[in-house]
């Protein structure tokens, strides 16, 4: 969307770095989590996923860990483009079933200064 | 492949009025979920549909209500509208029934009047 928040934390990286976004989840009894990433004008896009019984899941520049007993993510971009720049979301779905119920966090805005 | 699309894009009603919104699935997903976008509240889960069923609800009022048909395509209505529905409407669909990618359309700029 046009508008994510006007009060996003921002992490600004230069070009080429590597960025960590961070994010604290709520329920213990979530079993899947997903970044999203959301760029001005867009809905979100998936970036990538991780089920509970994993503490790392790699893809490409990105890897997502996570950290079930202090319920925390985090997602790692390597190499940080210009095009990476965009406000990123955790969710976690706290459904028991196969069914969606997603929690999105507030998201974090990345600048990436060329 | 065409992706998720949402129709109209943009919508301008004023309080009390109602209002439709239409999303159309990826093909073969059997899935769809609507949430809600607001600076203030950030995405908000409203309600997800799996082979015309609803499985799952989230938080808001019975103003907001939503149904898929047999094509797996979904619309949500918003009843007597308030100042504070005014938001970015964002449906998105998945292939299986259990959680996965899901891929998310452009949203609905809704503006209450």
């Known amino acids: 969307g046009e508008s994510v928040g006007l009060h996003l934390p921002t992490l600004s990286v230069q070009e080429g770095d590597n960025s960590i976004i961070n994010c604290a989840y709520s329920?213990?009894?979530?079993?899947?989590f997903i970044w999203y990433k959301q760029e001005s004008g867009k809905g979100p896009q998936f970036i990538i996923d991780?089920?509970?019984?994993?503490d790392k899941r790699q893809g490409q520049r990105v890897t997502v860990l996570l950290n079930k007993t202090v319920k925390h993510l985090s997602l790692q971009i390597a190499a940080t483009q210009p095009g990476d720049s965009a406000v990123y979301f955790c969710a976690e779905n706290p459904t028991t079933d196969s069914s969606y119920k997603l929690i999105f966090g507030s998201g974090t805005r990345l600048l990436v200064r060329p | 492949k065409a992706g998720v699309t949402q129709t109209p894009r943009y919508l301008i009603k004023t309080r009390g009025q109602q209002v439709t919104l239409s999303c159309s699935p990826i093909?073969?997903?059997?899935?769809v979920s609507w949430y809600q976008q607001t600076p203030g509240q950030g995405l908000q889960f409203l309600f997800e549909?799996?082979?015309?069923?609803?499985?799952n609800k989230g938080n808001f009022p019975g103003r907001f209500s939503g149904r898929q048909f047999s094509n797996s395509r979904s619309e949500m209505n918003v009843s007597t509208l308030e100042l504070g529905d005014s938001a970015l409407y964002l449906c998105?669909?998945?292939?299986?029934?259990?959680?996965?990618?899901?891929?998310f359309g452009p949203g609905t700029r809704l503006t209450v009047l």
């Open positions: 329920n213990s009894a979530s079993d899947y």
């Open positions: 991780i089920r509970s019984n994993m």
């Open positions: 549909y799996f082979s015309e069923t609803q499985r």
């Open positions: 093909s073969g997903h059997r899935s």
């Open positions: 998105a669909s998945s292939l299986e029934a259990s959680p996965n990618e899901q891929f």
